[in-house]
């Protein structure tokens, strides 16, 4: 379980397709203190588990073995040796929660359509995947790369979100563009409101069906 509080940017050191799994390799230095091999950690968003883990002066190399699954999943096919990464390592029991909740399980990917400058601040405008609209509301949350934010406004097939300097300044959105993707992950919160919700719904239709021997007998069961 995350916070949705990215710790830095790593950068990512390579990416190389194996027989088995891919190995991506980030160089990190806040983020990568304490991680033992097992930790959990989140990559742009997405909960990795370390396979490795090397230090140096440099800071700290962590490794990971993404599945088939977890590269369609998300925008990890985009990676390349030199670029950076969202990174936070996993939340402790007594830890404060700046953020959200997140999980690391990446729901979809999105696309930037606008990332400029609005006065003092910057404004984000991404496209989910139109089954993921349902999830998004006005002030609600949502996991962008593993960055924790506000919604600001809803717009048709939009959601849109600002980003005050430090949030730019430290994560991988100062080389952001229009035209990336990024990993979406929506509101732990509104998922399980949903699934209760069809759970009930479910639940009164199945009650409200007369049994068979009632239909014969052209009488509801009561």
Same mark, same amino acid.
């Given at each position: 379980?995350?916070?949705?509080?990215?710790?830095? +940017?790593?950068?990512?050191?390579?990416?190389?397709?194996?027989?088995?799994?891919?190995?991506?390799?980030?160089?990190?230095?806040?983020?990568?203190?304490?991680?033992?091999?097992?930790?959990?950690?989140?990559?742009?968003?997405?909960?990795?588990?370390?396979? #490795?883990?090397s230090r140096s002066g440099l800071g700290t #190399?962590?490794?990971?073995?993404?599945?088939?699954?977890?590269?369609?999943?998300?925008? $990890?096919?985009?990676?390349?040796?030199?670029? @950076?990464?969202? %990174?936070?390592?996993?939340?402790?029991?007594?830890?404060?929660?700046?953020?959200? $909740?997140?999980?690391?399980?990446?729901?979809?990917?999105?696309?930037?359509?606008?990332?400029? #400058?609005?006065?003092?601040?910057? /404004?984000?405008?991404?496209?989910?995947?139109?089954?993921?609209?349902?999830?998004? %509301?006005? #002030?609600? @949350?949502?996991?962008?790369?593993?960055? @924790?934010?506000? /919604?600001?406004?809803?717009?048709?097939?939009?959601?849109?979100?600002w980003i005050i300097p430090h949030t730019r300044?430290?994560?991988?959105?100062?080389?952001r563009k229009a035209g990336e993707r990024v990993?979406?992950?929506?509101?732990? %919160?509104?998922?399980?409101?949903?699934?209760?919700?069809?759970?009930?719904?479910?639940?009164?239709?199945?009650? +409200? %069906?007369? @049994?068979?021997? +009632?239909?014969?007998?052209?009488? +509801?069961?009561?």
């Amino acid at each position: 379980m995350f916070s949705g509080i990215v710790e830095e +940017a790593g950068r990512i050191v390579s990416v190389k397709p194996g027989d088995a799994s891919i190995r991506l390799v980030i160089q990190a230095k806040i983020a990568g203190r304490g991680v033992k091999v097992g930790d959990s950690v989140a990559v742009n968003g997405c909960c990795l588990t370390a396979v #490795k883990v090397s230090r140096s002066g440099l800071g700290t #190399k962590l490794h990971f073995d993404l599945l088939q699954e977890t590269w369609r999943m998300t925008s $990890f096919d985009g990676l390349e040796a030199g670029g @950076s990464v969202n %990174l936070e390592r996993s939340l402790r029991v007594n830890d404060r929660l700046g953020g959200h $909740f997140v999980t690391g399980h990446v729901d979809g990917t999105g696309e930037i359509v606008r990332w400029e #400058k609005s006065g003092s601040d910057w /404004v984000l405008e991404v496209r989910p995947p139109e089954s993921m609209m349902r999830y998004f %509301l006005y #002030k609600g @949350s949502v996991s962008i790369d593993g960055i @924790s934010l506000t /919604v600001a406004d809803v717009l048709p097939g939009v959601i849109r979100c600002w980003i005050i300097p430090h949030t730019r300044d430290v994560t991988n959105l100062s080389g952001r563009k229009a035209g990336e993707r990024v990993n979406l992950e929506a509101d732990l %919160l509104g998922k399980y409101v949903e699934r209760l919700i069809e759970a009930r719904e479910s639940s009164s239709a199945n009650r +409200a %069906l007369p @049994s068979s021997k +009632a239909r014969r007998s052209g009488r +509801a069961k009561c």
